[in-house]
């Protein structure tokens, strides 16, 4: 019973830790240079998401833990920051990591967070991000990554906003292997339309 005791106390004694790390990163990002602040924030998520993960994964074997893990990092940040840190919302930041994860190599990631450099910032422009938070929330509803990664691409090429030819594109299944270029989605978007807004078409269409 005393080294499971022992045990716990370790795993309480991780969460305050990623807390206080959580805490001092965002408090980082925010000082930031603001005409970065789109990459900042996608790299800050990255990487809450990626302390998420692998304090969950080092308290696996203890029933709830996950589950602990989350509460407590948002009790602290919303105490610390105010609303905007939600289970729901470090669920995203968890699930954004997963499905990114090789997106920004391991010593950034470490120098962002740990180090706090400003010199980092011109590392991150290397990072490939290419759109908004918005964007990568209705991204992250597709399991699959290659057709994920179609609209992440082509949303940027042809510059379409969340809320017109992004959604339009996904939730009309847009998607196929067989598009190898922009001119053929453009031409697959123009008969998919039939059934959309004209005026929105003629909007994202538009070059």
């Known amino acids: 019973m005393s080294k499971d005791k022992d045990n716990n106390i370790i795993l309480d004694n991780n969460i305050t830790a990623i807390c206080s790390e959580v805490i001092s990163m965002v408090k980082y990002a925010r000082s930031l240079a603001i005409k970065n602040i789109n990459l900042i924030q996608l790299v800050t998520y990255y990487t809450i998401g990626k302390w998420i993960v692998e304090e969950q994964q080092n308290g696996q074997e203890r029933a709830g833990y996950g589950k602990k893990v989350l509460e407590t990092l948002s009790n602290a940040l919303n105490k610390e920051f105010g609303k905007g840190f939600s289970i729901a919302t470090l669920e995203n930041y968890r699930k954004f990591y997963i499905m990114y994860k090789d997106r920004i190599p391991e010593p950034v990631v470490r120098e962002f967070a740990e180090l706090k450099t400003e010199p980092v910032v011109r590392e991150l422009k290397n990072v490939n991000f290419f759109l908004d938070w918005s964007h990568y929330l209705i991204l992250m509803r597709i ?7 179609f609209y992440e ?18 939730e009309g299944t847009l998607y196929s292997p067989t598009y190898p270029s922009v001119s053929d989605l453009k031409t697959a978007l123009k008969a998919f339309t039939v059934c959309a807004k004209l005026s929105t078409v003629e909007k994202l269409l538009a070059s």
């Open 153 to 170: 691409i082509e949303s940027k090429k042809s510059n379409w906003n969340k809320r017109t030819g992004f959604i339009i594109a996904i």
């Open 143 to 149: 399991e699959n990554e290659q057709e994920r990664n």
